[in-house]
């Protein structure tokens, strides 16, 4: 049984995080989908900017969606096969190298990406992303079993903490390039993007090496009976479900994650076409916003961990966080100035961090805990969140391709909040008095 609260694997751990969270900011959020944008569009507002891709006609901003939702899907599909088999061997650790190895990769073929290879550079991107949300369910899996429960808010904010700093310390580095490419002689316009990505690939891999080395190697309840692998992972995901529906608390708790989390990962995954598309900003300004946002994340995924372990509670503080992202989708329906843009990202940012952190180890609390076996319950949190961004980015994308406005997309966001924060008061009505930490 590996002992909770070693310093050095906490650490280690939390450098996972450091390591894949430059894919999160300069791919998902920053240089990538200003560099798609750019390079997809017929530079003429007045238009619609169509792409071509599998031999049909997509508006380029929801082509990105529909990229997004496809990979999401496929994780969904993936994870239940691929956590069975880390039960069945005691080996998650193995996986999480191999989807690190394809999404870093994948970053890495990105460096070869312009219009004349868009249908391969949207498979590679699509692969990215696979690559990074697939080695999340079983990294998420390892915090149970690294943490005691009262340390469990603490560690989840140590490792969004670690990620936002290592990402933006990589942003940094883009900067030179993609702001000052005379410097090194570049002629190229495309090329320090396109360097970017390549540089995201290689940080990747080189700092994940450190919870490669340091984390156990995975589930401490190895199972040696023979099992159809390809199908005992739904299995488990329907015996965990079966479970999730005697606990009242923690369904409830999962309804109103998988509203929200349409919302919020949608948001962050399309903040900079929005911004580019509706706003007109300029590359830079895009992205020294979102290198904002990132900083501001910092202190609001701690300010999140300080309320709920010592003020009101994780599901209190959840209410409040929900209510305000539903603030901020009412406010991007109407904001039409750069300055109002930079407003909302700063809000967004501070409780982006925050609701992921508290997310991940408000479920972490709700699980039974004499059980030494997590990646089951942890892998049916992220398929309810991948199926969630499922749901997401193709409404996103649908929305807009029907109404020919992102706002109208926003709005429907704003609509999956108000369901989370319906399912969080819900569950305050059930909230168990044994999972005292979740209530002070």
């Not at 990769?105 to 070869?112: K, M, N, P, R, T």
């Not at 990402?167 to 000052?180: A, D, G, P, T, Y």
């Not at 539903?326 to 961090?353: D, K, N, R």
Request: net charge positive.
């Amino acid at each position: 049984m590996q002992q909770k609260n070693d310093k050095k694997v906490i650490r280690s751990w939390a450098f996972f995080d450091w390591a894949n969270s430059a894919y999160n900011l300069v791919i998902t959020s920053t240089i990538f989908p200003a560099y798609y944008t750019i390079i997809t569009s017929d530079k003429n507002d007045n238009t619609i900017d169509y792409v071509t891709f599998l031999g049909r006609k997509f508006v380029n901003s929801a082509l990105y969606s529909y990229a997004m939702a496809f990979a999401f899907l496929v994780i969904a599909v993936l994870s239940p096969i691929l956590s069975s088999i880390a039960d069945t061997r005691g080996n998650k650790k193995i996986f999480m190298q191999m989807f690190t190895y394809i999404g870093s990769l994948a970053c890495c073929g990105l460096f070869f990406f312009k219009i004349e290879t868009l249908e391969i550079s949207v498979v590679l991107f699509v692969l990215a992303a696979i690559g990074f949300w697939g080695s999340l369910v079983f990294y998420n899996s390892y915090l149970p079993e690294i943490a005691t429960v009262e340390e469990q808010d603490k560690v989840s904010a140590k490792g969004f903490t670690y990620g936002y700093i290592g990402s933006i310390i990589l942003q940094l580095i883009c900067f030179v390039f993609v702001f000052k490419p005379d410097l090194f002689g570049i002629i190229d316009s495309s090329i320090p993007a396109r360097l970017s990505f390549f540089m995201v690939g290689v940080w990747w891999m080189v700092f994940a090496q450190i919870p490669f080395k340091n984390l156990p190697k995975g589930s401490p309840n190895f199972k040696s009976e023979k099992q159809n692998v390809m199908t005992s992972g739904f299995t488990e995901l329907k015996k965990v479900w079966s479970q999730v529906k005697q606990m009242t608390y923690l369904k409830r708790f999962l309804f109103a994650f998988f509203f929200y989390s349409m919302g919020v990962q949608t948001v962050m995954l399309v903040a900079t076409i929005f911004g580019e598309k509706e706003l007109h900003l300029p590359t830079s300004k895009l992205i020294a916003t979102i290198l904002l946002l990132q900083i501001v994340a910092i202190p609001g995924a701690m300010l999140m961990s300080y309320l709920s372990s010592k003020k009101y509670g994780n599901v209190n503080v959840l209410i409040g966080v929900v209510l305000i992202w539903i603030g901020c989708c009412i406010a991007a329906y109407f904001i039409h100035t750069e300055y109002q843009f930079y407003a909302l990202a700063a809000v967004i940012g501070l409780i982006m961090g925050g609701i992921q952190s508290l997310s991940r180890s408000t479920y972490s609390k709700f699980l039974p805990q004499e059980s030494p076996d997590h990646t089951s319950f942890f892998s049916f949190y992220d398929v309810t969140e991948k199926v969630a961004l499922v749901f997401g980015m193709f409404s996103f994308g649908y929305i807009e391709e029907l109404s020919g406005s992102m706002r109208n997309s926003v709005i429907a966001l704003a609509f999956f909040f108000v369901l989370g924060l319906l399912f969080l008061l819900f569950l305050k009505k059930v909230q168990p008095k044994s999972v005292a930490i979740i209530e002070e």
